[in-house]
């Protein structure tokens, strides 16, 4: 394995890939609209809006394995505006998958948790998804046609991912510190769970799947199932914040335009097995990427 490429190397995982790409491999990282600063020799960069159907740069590279994290990643953007979120998140996925089999391509593919309907929670990987939005839908559409499509792809089921955002937008662990420590109150959510994973332990997990040959679905999350309140409670604990500034709310107070699971909290055990990154607690994770 030599050539690796990567989409959306200009987002809050992207830019982990390409700080954590380990030195035998040549990488190119693919961003749009936000331009992305190489880290290391052996990181290229190319600007390329993956709907404009140009595979040259892909063909020219003939990596001998892809990291597709490119989307809509905001779930009320793709409700709103659904024609667009399927034309990336899964018609441009296929494309991707055909081109990834023509060159021989190991595929790892950045799905979500939120594609469970969040009634029991503890997911595994051979639990059905049962879609409520249409972000979760073009995951699960995406999801089907790698699997049937490319014997080698791993499809990765990630949590909710926080840390430090190397790209200059502010991750929302960023936004929620930045807000205490201004004195402002901050709003979470008491009912929706999740299990967060730090950017940085999915990022190496990532690369170590490159390296591996395991094919199929794989959840990767951190070791602790939390709702929005009690992460920022956490968060208040490890920067010594005022947790009286964090308001607890239901989620059926914020309006969001897509309706969201309860509790889509994965089971981590393969991954456990498989990989060799010791998935963090939120306490861990926060005291890593901040300290
Ligand atoms: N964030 C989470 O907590 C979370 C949780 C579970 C799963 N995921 C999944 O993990 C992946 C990475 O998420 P993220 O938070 O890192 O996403 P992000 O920060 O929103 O970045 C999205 C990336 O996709 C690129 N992109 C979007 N439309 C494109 C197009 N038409 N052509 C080319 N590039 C395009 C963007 O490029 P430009 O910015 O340069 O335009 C950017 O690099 C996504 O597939 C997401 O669905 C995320």
Redesign the pocket.
Request: glycine share 8%; proline share 2%; net charge positive.
């Given at each position: 394995m030599e050539r690796v490429y990567i989409?959306?190397?200009?987002?809050?995982?992207?830019r982990y890939l390409l700080k954590y790409a380990p030195k035998p491999y040549r990488v190119l990282g693919?961003?749009?609209?936000?331009p992305v600063r190489a880290f290391q020799g052996h990181v290229q960069v190319v600007q390329?809006?993956?709907?404009a159907n140009d595979w040259k740069p892909l063909y020219n590279f003939a990596p001998q394995a892809m990291i597709h994290?490119?989307?809509?990643?905001?779930i009320d953007a793709c409700q709103l505006h659904p024609d667009d979120a399927w034309e990336?998140?899964y018609r441009?996925t296929c494309k991707l998958v055909d081109v990834a089999r023509e060159l021989n391509a190991r595929f790892i593919f950045?799905?979500?948790?939120?594609i469970f309907d969040g009634q029991k929670g503890d997911y595994q990987e051979e639990d059905p998804p049962v879609p409520l939005n249409v972000?979760a839908e073009t995951?699960v559409a995406a999801e089907q046609y790698i699997l049937e499509h490319h014997p080698d792809a791993v499809v990765v089921r990630?949590?909710?991912?926080?840390g430090q955002s190397l790209?200059g937008?502010p991750s929302f662990t960023e936004v929620m510190y930045k807000n205490l420590k201004a004195g402002k109150s901050v709003y979470l959510f008491t009912d929706q769970y999740r299990t967060p994973v730090l950017v940085n332990n999915l990022a190496t997990a990532l690369w170590e799947l490159v390296e591996s040959d395991y094919q199929g679905i794989l959840h990767i999350g951190g070791s602790q199932k939390v709702s929005r309140y009690e992460m920022g409670l956490i968060l208040c604990e490890v920067f010594n914040l005022p947790r009286d500034l964090i308001i607890p709310i239901p989620s059926d107070q914020a309006n969001q335009a897509a309706p969201r699971p309860r509790d889509c909290s994965l089971n981590i055990g393969r991954a456990r097995s498989v990989l060799k990154t010791r998935l963090l607690d939120v306490r861990s994770g926060l005291n890593l990427a901040f300290h």
């Open positions: 989409t959306g190397a200009s987002g809050f995982l992207g693919q961003y749009r609209q936000h390329q809006d993956l709907l994290t490119a989307a809509q990643a905001s990336i998140n441009t950045l799905s979500s948790d939120v972000y995951k990630p949590a909710l991912f926080y790209n937008r």
